[in-house]
């Protein structure tokens, strides 16, 4: 018998709805497939507008705290407070608990409309790193003090050519950033029995940057996983293999030859980008999850926003967080469990009875409400 706390943050907009209609499903999964020996212990944390309701702040210091001891997190999404001197909430816990791997399964659900012939090859992980590149905030404007001070740096003591007007940005990645990611990927591809791991670069052009990635993510792999991850060509029967592409020939590639890749490590703009290209590629990002992970602590959130329009009227889609739970039970090995979730949601799409995102690209679908939709995927557990 095995309970797990999980922390959960409701999230603003439709955030309270998609809730409602997810974790009736998680819990029926457990029970369904572990008869309550496997059990999920749930504790609300306060952030973003209920937060602000109840204590006068977005992200109290009790949820901060509690979460810098905790392992297992859910949260829905969360609105930027409008308004001068607010960051986002988002940034501000992925900074404060260095959630450094961003992570995103995608995989073809049937039924759905995709902009291309074979949405069924691609089953594919991008772990994607977050806290480095040039998303890392460095930089300054075109003929600002600042850009004019490290232009003329570069140029005076480095012997760099640049346009005195060049706007500026600093893309840092380091060995250990670079690593950590990396490892996080192995050890999922081993964890889940996964055929290879790709390292997507640009080391050919940004040789010390993106090529460093490369270089250290091979070291990694030469080091630490020794006999349980060989290089593309090398023996190695079961063994996970370790390969990597040019970002702009894996774009191609996954266009092309997705069933060939099933693991990606990546930089953070190259994941950014091949994330939301693959996404598509399967039919939108309307029931894609996704994590957010750091050493310690991970935070299972839905990759939407909190879609102001339609908050409050029954109208969003649970999909995208009853899916992050499902990797959230994988994460802890209770597949059996997850499982029974995918398969439950594929089952409900082919039913064609879905909320209305859904329904505008399934012909012939017929449109039910949130709390409708999670209440098909249950009964369909
Ligand atoms: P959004 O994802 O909320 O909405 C984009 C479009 O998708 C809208 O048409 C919306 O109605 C629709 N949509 C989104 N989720 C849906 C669902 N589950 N079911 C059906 N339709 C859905 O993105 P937007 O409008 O850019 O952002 C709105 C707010 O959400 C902003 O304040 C933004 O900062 C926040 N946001 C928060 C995120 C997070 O907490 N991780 C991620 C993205 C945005």
Redesign the pocket.
Known sequence: MSTRTVYYIE????GPE?WAAARPVLNAALEKAYAGANKLDWKELLAGGKAFKETGEYLPQVTLDTLSNADLAM??????PVGKGFR???VTMRQTFDLYACIRPIKYFKGIESPVKRPDLVDIVVFRENTEDVYAGIEWSSNSPEAKRVIEFLVDEMGAKIDSSAGIGIKPITPAGSKRLVRRALDFALEQNRESVTLVHKGNIMKYTEGGFLKWGYELAAEDYAGKVVRDGEEGEGKVIINDRIADAMFQELLMRPEKYSVLATTNLNGDYLSDALAAQVGG??LAPGVNMGDKLAIY??????????AGKD??????LILSGAMLLEHIGWNEAADLIKNSVEKSLAAKKV???LSSQISGAATVGCKEFGEIILANL
């Open positions: 999230g603003d907009g439709i998609v949260k829905g999404p969360l609105q930027t986002s909430l988002n990002l309307g959130e839905p990759t939407h926003g909190t879609a102001p329009t339609i109208m969003a889609n649970p999909g995208s909320t209305v995102d």
